[in-house]
Protein backbone atom coordinates (compact mmCIF):
# COMPACT_ATOMS: atom_id res chain seq x y z
CA UNK A 1 0.00 0.00 0.00
CA UNK A 2 1.08 3.32 -1.04
CA UNK A 3 1.06 6.59 1.00
CA UNK A 4 1.86 8.86 -1.40
CA UNK A 5 0.10 12.63 -0.80
CA UNK A 6 -1.14 14.85 -3.56
CA UNK A 7 0.32 18.92 -3.51
CA UNK A 8 -3.51 19.26 -3.26
CA UNK A 9 -3.71 17.05 0.46
CA UNK A 10 -1.18 19.14 1.61
CA UNK A 11 -3.00 22.03 0.48
CA UNK A 12 -6.19 21.53 1.85
CA UNK A 13 -4.82 20.21 5.03
CA UNK A 14 -2.62 23.12 5.54
CA UNK A 15 -5.54 25.12 4.89
CA UNK A 16 -7.88 23.23 7.69
CA UNK A 17 -4.81 24.09 9.89
CA UNK A 18 -4.29 27.46 8.96
CA UNK A 19 -8.20 27.76 10.03
CA UNK A 20 -8.33 25.89 13.49
CA UNK A 21 -4.90 28.28 14.69
CA UNK A 22 -7.09 31.29 13.73
CA UNK A 23 -10.31 29.98 15.35
CA UNK A 24 -7.86 29.20 18.59
CA UNK A 25 -6.24 32.53 18.54
CA UNK A 26 -9.94 34.14 18.36
CA UNK A 27 -11.84 32.50 20.73
CA UNK A 28 -8.34 33.07 22.88
CA UNK A 29 -8.33 36.85 22.53
CA UNK A 30 -11.99 36.65 23.66
CA UNK A 31 -11.78 34.72 26.42
CA UNK A 32 -9.23 37.17 27.76
CA UNK A 33 -11.37 39.93 27.23
CA UNK A 34 -14.03 38.55 29.06
CA UNK A 35 -11.63 38.63 32.25
CA UNK A 36 -10.34 41.27 31.99
CA UNK A 37 -14.18 42.94 32.28
CA UNK A 38 -14.83 39.96 34.61
CA UNK A 39 -12.03 41.93 36.61
CA UNK A 40 -13.17 45.11 36.15
CA UNK A 41 -16.57 45.02 37.41
CA UNK A 42 -15.10 42.93 40.60
CA UNK A 43 -12.59 46.16 41.42
CA UNK A 44 -15.70 48.39 40.54
CA UNK A 45 -18.38 46.67 42.61
CA UNK A 46 -15.47 46.70 45.17
CA UNK A 47 -14.93 50.13 45.16
CA UNK A 48 -18.43 50.60 45.32
CA UNK A 49 -19.02 48.85 48.78
CA UNK A 50 -15.76 50.38 49.83
CA UNK A 51 -17.75 53.76 49.49
CA UNK A 52 -21.35 52.60 50.96
CA UNK A 53 -18.71 51.34 54.04
CA UNK A 54 -17.23 55.04 54.11
CA UNK A 55 -20.80 56.76 54.34
CA UNK A 56 -22.30 54.60 56.86
CA UNK A 57 -19.12 54.69 59.18
CA UNK A 58 -18.66 58.27 58.70
CA UNK A 59 -22.15 59.26 59.73
CA UNK A 60 -22.47 56.96 62.55
CA UNK A 61 -19.00 58.72 63.83
CA UNK A 62 -20.64 62.20 62.59
CA UNK A 63 -23.75 61.64 64.61
CA UNK A 64 -21.94 60.64 67.78
CA UNK A 65 -19.71 63.97 67.37
CA UNK A 66 -22.70 66.08 67.10
CA UNK A 67 -24.61 65.31 69.99
CA UNK A 68 -26.82 63.33 68.01
CA UNK A 69 -27.99 65.47 65.17
CA UNK A 70 -28.58 62.57 62.58
CA UNK A 71 -29.91 65.30 59.86
CA UNK A 72 -27.13 64.28 56.98
CA UNK A 73 -27.46 60.50 58.09
CA UNK A 74 -31.07 60.65 57.33
CA UNK A 75 -30.21 60.40 53.50
CA UNK A 76 -26.66 58.89 53.28
CA UNK A 77 -27.18 55.93 55.62
CA UNK A 78 -29.64 54.12 53.45
CA UNK A 79 -27.60 55.62 50.06
CA UNK A 80 -24.16 54.00 51.95
CA UNK A 81 -26.55 50.16 52.54
CA UNK A 82 -28.02 50.05 49.00
CA UNK A 83 -24.10 50.83 47.65
CA UNK A 84 -22.63 47.84 50.14
CA UNK A 85 -25.62 45.44 49.50
CA UNK A 86 -26.53 46.08 45.42
CA UNK A 87 -24.87 44.15 42.68
CA UNK A 88 -25.98 46.88 40.22
CA UNK A 89 -22.96 49.49 39.37
CA UNK A 90 -24.60 52.67 40.50
CA UNK A 91 -21.38 54.72 41.00
CA UNK A 92 -19.69 55.79 37.66
CA UNK A 93 -16.39 56.28 38.29
Known amino acids: ?4 R ?3 DI ?3 SAGYAAAVADMVERDAKRRKRQRAAAQRRKHMLI ?11 NVL ?3 IMDGDITAAVVLVPLGIYLMLTKEQVLEF
Do not use: H, S
Open 62 to 64: AAY
Open 6 to 8: TIE
Open 48 to 58: QKLVGFVLVTA
Open 11 to 13: QAY
Open 1 to 4: MENY
